[in-house]
Each structure stands twice: as C-alpha cells, then as structure tokens.
C-alpha cells in the first residue's frame, strides 16, 4: 500500500516531525509531495520525496519547469504527474502529461499519475470514455513500467469534502487496471475518518491525500489504515 500526501502550494507540516511520525508504521509506503522549495529538506528528513510536476527534457528554455536529472539531483524518488489541477488550471494535456510521466521513468524516478473525470462528465455517462482517453495516453507512453503507480482522482471529490464511495472508487479502479496494470491510489478528500474503508477495497493500492496529509496526526492515521488493509 502507498499513501502520498500532496502538500499542493501550502508549505505543509515540519519533514523532520512527519518523518518520525511515520517511519514506525510497517507495511506502506509514505511519500510526500510538498512545494519545490521543500523538496530537499523533505529528502534530508528521510522522507520518501515526490515531486509535484516535472517537465520531459533535462535543461532547456522552460521557464518555470523542473526537469528529471534535477530532481534526481536533489534526492527525490518520483513525482506526480497530470493532477486535476495541472489539467485544469494551466492547460496540461494527455499528451504532455504522457511525455512527463515518460521522461521521468526513464530518468530513474518514480510516477504517480493521475486521472479522473468532472463531475458533467460523470454526470453524463462520459465517465469510462474519459478515463480511457487519459490512461491510454499514459499506457501509449509508458506501458506498464514497474515504476509507475496510477491515481484515480474524481476531480468532484478533489477538495470538496465529497468523497466517492468505496463502490464507486472501486468501479472506476477495477476499470482503469483493465486499462492498465499498475498499482492504482484513490485521491478525493481522503480522511482519517474514511481511509479504512477505501483501501479496504480490493482494487484500492492506496490513497493520494491532498488537505488531510497537511496535519501530521491525519496523514499518519491515513498511513496506519493503509497498513491495516488488505494489500
Ligand atoms: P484532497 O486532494 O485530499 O484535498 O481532496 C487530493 C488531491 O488533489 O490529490
């Protein structure tokens, strides 16, 4: 089981205090996402560290890019690609999102990347057909690299305090591995309170945790579910 806290643009809590918290729960794998300015102190703290985003060349005129080597540079072990928030807010294609999750594994890091569908896409039955399209792209680009971990993302879940229910986060996990045969995370206002049952659910590898991680009591209570459950 893997449970990635995504620290978004908040500085999120101290490494160091987060880094003894969880060290002593067996059984999963805790990884942080914080702001590029905290990358190395979340390395130097012992923490298994991801990155946000990361570009497809190494160097280049990319203004405010980040490339693999650097990452790889400072330490860190991976990073997310195509959040929701990527896609929406500044215009991230499938075919961009497909060509970083590429060079990152090709680099040597790992990938979380992730999909999921609008709530006017759900609504209209657009569901599968989305989260094929974005997939396929992914697979296209990567196959099903050893590297690479999918997240499932409801973007009417991300933040909202809505989460998708254990059947409906199961439904749409079952269908992306039929896609793709990787490791899948559920990201979607996951809590302490709802983790249990979410990875209690076969197909559930993990959770993608964005305003819960920022508290280190919750994201270690979210990392002890995650040792408890099936996998
Ligand atoms: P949330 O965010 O847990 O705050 O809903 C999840 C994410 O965006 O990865």
Redesign the pocket.
Known sequence: MIVAG?W?MFPGPDPAVLARRVAGIAGVDAIVCPPYVSLARCVEAGLTTFAQNVHWENEGAYTGEISPSMLLGLGVAGS?VG???RRQYFGETDEGVARRAQAALEAGLGVIA?VGETQEQRDSGDMEVVLRIQVDAIRDACGAHERLVL?Y?PVW?????RTATPEMAQEAHAFVKSLLDRPVLY?????AENADELMSQPDVDGA??????LDVESFASICQAAAHSHS
């Open positions: 995504n978004k997310l959040h929701s928030e992730c997240a993302e879940a991300i933040g909202t305090g990201g979607g206002s996951v809590k993608l945790v964005g305003g819960a991680s």
